[in-house]
Structure formats: C-alpha cells, structure tokens
C-alpha cells in the first residue's frame, strides 16, 4: 500500500513567508494527489484541501481520519518550533498510525530560542526531534545546529526556502481598501517600506529611528510603511515605535501579491530582523528592483547591509538607498535568484519524493 502524502502548514493570507513557501509547492505537486492540511485567517475550499479553524488541536481529529500510513510534510511551527502539549500526543498518534513525518524547519531564531526553554519545552522539543522521521532545513546553519548541537541522527536535507513567484503576481494590482490606506505613505518624497512584527527582534525600531534621524538630517519628506504580519507583538514596543511619529503608516497582514505592489511603489526596503534564517522578502525587494538594506543574517548578495543593532550602519545604508544612484538594484541579482528559486523547487520536490 502506497503512503498519501500531506502537506500540513499555513496557506491563505497573511503575507508571510512560510505561507507563500505552501502556496507554490503545493500548486507545483497538487496534480499528483497531495492532500493540503491548512489554517489561517480565510478559510478555503477546494479539492484536496482541508481546512482547520484551530491550527493546532483540529488536527487531532483529521490525524485520525486520514492519516492512516501518510508522509506528513509539516512546515507547521507548533511542534518543533513552539513545542507543547500537542507533542506527546502527536508522537503517539504517530506510533498508532504509522505515519511518516518530515519535518521542514524554517525558523533561524529556533537555536536561539531553544536556549530559554524551560524544562517541560526541553522535554517536547526532545521527544519531537526524535519522533521526525527525517528533515529539511532551510539554512546550513540550522543544519549544522541540528547535527552537532542537538545530535539529530536523521537524514537532513538543506535547501533554501526562496521559490518561484507564480504567475503575475509581481504586477498584481492593489486592492482598493489598501489603495485608500497607503494614500498618507504615496504622498512622501521618499518612501521606505519594511516587513516584520512588533517585538524588538523584527527591528522596527531600528528602522523608525533611522528614517527619522535621516529625514533630521536632510530634510526630506520621507514615509515609512510598517507591514505588520501580527503573529506576535508587544504592545509598549509597538507603542514606542510609532509615538510622535504621524509619517509612519502600520498596514496589518498585507496579502503577499499586495506586498509587490507596495515594494514597487518603495524608494527602499528594509529587513531589520537579527535572527534571520533566509529572508525570502529581501529578494522579492530584490525582485521588484526596490534597494535592499538587510542585516547580515541571512541573504545579503546584491543588497546594503550592516549589523543587528548598528544604528549609525543602518543610517548610512539607509541614505546609500534613497539617494546614491550608485546603490540601485542590479538586474543581474534578479535573474540570478529567479535561477536559484526554480532550482530550489526541483531539489525541494527531488527531496519529498514527488519528483
């Protein structure tokens, strides 16, 4: 009896990168049968999809229902990521019904994170990493921290996360509710754009401080734009950042066709994150010829970059961006990524065994 294959993590809207990564590969492997297992904020249907309102504990009845000797691809957070109550049953779940599990893990802050787990998340992390049948990582760092720090003794694949952009999603018009909402932003001289969450490790504070310190400094008009995907927030940190500070327009979990559209409409994109495993928005900045200012973890080829913290390397790359000619985005770091996304998918297919 051959085994089913799912694939189980988030698809619809909010933009986000994990949710993007589901959307093209299960488009691109759709023909052969897999099942979506998926939750979000719209709910949707179509053939070979299931939906779960709660993401983590509906599962359990689907488990039982269908995932009777499957190959689970999980690209979920909330086993290994976050790990909780959910663990223990899943590992027996698993023993039960003989599924597989391959486990691909995007998350770059994990081996940071994983130091202040407490001793019951010490314990589910344990006794997840050892139930996986086998990984795919999306960075040799991760890799390397999974083979030598936490003696993972199963196969690890490494293969980047950046993957096609489908279609023409690239020259997607804006909604008309977002039109009217990023009206204040349009109207600046110079407009930078930046992705992320409110708590201190998305940096957004970084990037309010330097857009203020630079429009100080020249006397520009320049908007910032705040795309927040509102998966966690601190709300005295979300506070401070936008205090005083009217030329800051927050849109919350912009679709991502819409996101291209904003970046277009950008004189700059900044990615502040510190713990960065990829960075799949920095090349679609990248793509949409916007200048890139990054920190250094991460992808970094064709971009401006400085480090985590580095207020007064943030402001110099900032400047670089908006008003250096020099620091445009060269076409030939475009179609080098577009090479490497195709090229990914096929490994990623290779690696799942559909081909």
């Known amino acids: 009896m051959s085994r089913k294959t799912v694939l189980l993590g988030p698809y619809p809207p909010p933009y986000g990168g994990v949710s993007i990564y589901i959307q093209t590969l299960f488009h691109s492997i759709k023909q052969r049968g897999v099942e979506l297992w998926t939750y979000g904020d719209e709910e949707i249907n179509a053939p070979n999809v299931f939906f779960m309102k709660d993401k983590r504990w509906d599962i359990l009845p689907l488990l039982i229902r269908r995932g009777f000797r499957a190959r689970i691809i999980d690209c979920t957070h909330f086993l290994i990521e976050y790990p909780g109550f959910l663990v223990p049953i899943w590992v027996v779940l698993k023993a039960l019904l003989r599924f597989e599990w391959l486990k691909i893990v995007h998350d770059g802050s994990l081996p940071t994170r994983c130091r202040s787990f407490g001793p019951l998340q010490r314990l589910f992390f344990g006794l997840a990493i050892r139930a996986a049948n086998e990984f795919v990582v999306v960075s040799e760092d991760l890799r390397r921290w999974l083979r030598d720090e936490i003696r993972v003794e199963q196969e690890i694949t490494v293969i980047a996360p950046l993957l096609p952009i489908r279609g023409k999603a690239l020259d997607a ?19 930078v754009c930046s992705v992320g969450v409110f708590i201190p490790t998305y940096g957004f504070a970084h990037v309010a401080e330097a857009v203020e310190s630079v429009r100080e400094e020249t006397g520009e008009d320049i908007g910032l734009v705040l795309l927040d995907g509102t998966f966690a927030r601190d709300e005295d940190y979300r506070g401070g950042v936008l205090h005083g500070r009217d ?19 950008s004189h700059a994109l900044v990615r502040a994150f510190g713990q960065e495993s990829y960075g799949i928005s920095r090349v679609e900045g990248v793509w949409c010829g916007v200048p890139v200012v990054a920190t250094r973890a991460g ?26 000619p020099q620091a445009q985005v060269e076409a030939v770091w475009a179609e080098q990524f577009r090479r490497e996304a195709e090229e990914n998918l096929r490994g990623l297919r290779r690696a799942l065994g559909l081909g």
């Open 299 to 324: 992808e970094t080829r064709g971009m401006l970059v400085y480090d985590f913290g580095d207020a007064d390397g943030l402001k110099e790359q900032l400047k670089r961006a908006l008003f250096d």
């Open 173 to 191: 018009a804006l909604p008309a509710d977002l039109e009217r909402a990023l009206l204040p932003y349009l109207r600046r001289g110079k407009r």
């Open 247 to 265: 030329w800051i327009t927050v849109l919350e979990n912009v679709p991502n066709h819409s996101l291209y559209r904003i970046l277009k409409q």
